[in-house]
C-alpha cells in the first residue's frame, strides 16, 4: 500500500522560507509514471493547489504561487519537497502531498498532513 | 481559473438520513469532476471520481452524479462516521487545479 508522509518545520518566520519533504514508502517515485503534487488547506478555508511535479522532474505550478514555489524530486531518497519563499501569514495552513496519475486524474493517494504556522 | 462552489457549506443531519451536496463549477468541465472526504488525523479520502464512477473500498451508500457545471455528492442512510468535510475537485486540462471551498458535514 502507498503511503505518504509530510516532513518539516511546524514554524517558519515571516519572510523565510517554508520547506517540507514528502517520503514515499511502498512504491518507487522514479519507476512509476505519476505526478507527485503539493495542496494546502488554510484554516477556515477550502483546498488550494499548489503544484506538481512528474517523477522525470517536469513542473506545474498554480499561477497564484508559481513566483514563490519550487517543487523537486530526488529519486534516490525516494522523495519531493515544497520550498516556498517570502512566506507571509497567509501562508499559514495545513500542507497535503498527494500523487495523481496525470494533472488531469484525481489525487489517490494523500499524506496525513502537516500543519504549518508562519509567524514571528 | 475554473471556480468550484459548493452549497450548504455546512449541514447537520440525523443518522439514517439522506444528504445532497452540489457542486458547481464556473465553466463546463465535462465529467471531469471529483469527490474527496476530510477528517482529522486522517489522509484525505477520494470518494468518487468522474462525477459518478465509485471508488474501490468506499461504501455504496456515497454515490455521485452530474456533468458540465453541475455535480451532486449523495450519501444515503448516513451514519456517524460520515461526520467530515467533503471537497470536490475539478481536474479539467485547464490549469490550474482548483477545489471547492468544503462542506462540512455535522451527524447529530
Known amino acids: 500500500q502507498l503511503q505518504l508522509q509530510e516532513s518539516g518545520p511546524r514554524l517558519v518566520k515571516p519572510s523565510e522560507t517554508l520547506a517540507l519533504t514528502c517520503t514515499v514508502s511502498?512504491?518507487?517515485?522514479?519507476?512509476?509514471?505519476?505526478?507527485w503534487g503539493w495542496i494546502r488547506r488554510p484554516p477556515g478555508k477550502g483546498l488550494e493547489w499548489i503544484g506538481s511535479?512528474?517523477?522525470?522532474?517536469?513542473?506545474y505550478y498554480n499561477p497564484s504561487l508559481e513566483s514563490r514555489v519550487t517543487i523537486s524530486v530526488d529519486t534516490s531518497k525516494n522523495q519531493f519537497s515544497l520550498r516556498l519563499n517570502s512566506v507571509t501569514a497567509a501562508d499559514t495552513a495545513v500542507y497535503y502531498c498527494?500523487?495523481?496519475?496525470?494533472?488531469?486524474?484525481?489525487?489517490?493517494?494523500w499524506g496525513l498532513g502537516t500543519p504549518v504556522t508562519v509567524s514571528s | 481559473e475554473i471556480v468550484l462552489t459548493q452549497s450548504p457549506d455546512f449541514q447537520s443531519v440525523t443518522p439514517k438520513e439522506k444528504v445532497t451536496i452540489t457542486c458547481r463549477a464556473s465553466q463546463s468541465i465535462g465529467s471531469s469532476l471529483h469527490w474527496y472526504q476530510l477528517k482529522p488525523d486522517q489522509p484525505p479520502k477520494l470518494l468518487i471520481k468522474y462525477a459518478s464512477q465509485s471508488i474501490s473500498g468506499v461504501p455504496s451508500r456515497f454515490s455521485g452524479s452530474g456533468s458540465g457545471t453541475d455535480f451532486t455528492l449523495t450519501i444515503n442512510n448516513l451514519e456517524a462516521e460520515d461526520a467530515a468535510t467533503y471537497y470536490c475537485h475539478q481536474s479539467s486540462s485547464r490549469l490550474p487545479i482548483t477545489f471547492g471551498q468544503g462542506t462540512r458535514l455535522e451527524i447529530k
Open positions: 498527494a500523487r495523481h496519475l496525470l494533472t488531469t486524474t484525481p489525487f489517490e493517494y
Open positions: 511502498g512504491g518507487s517515485i522514479g519507476s512509476s509514471t505519476y505526478f
Open positions: 511535479i512528474y517523477y522525470s522532474g517536469s513542473t
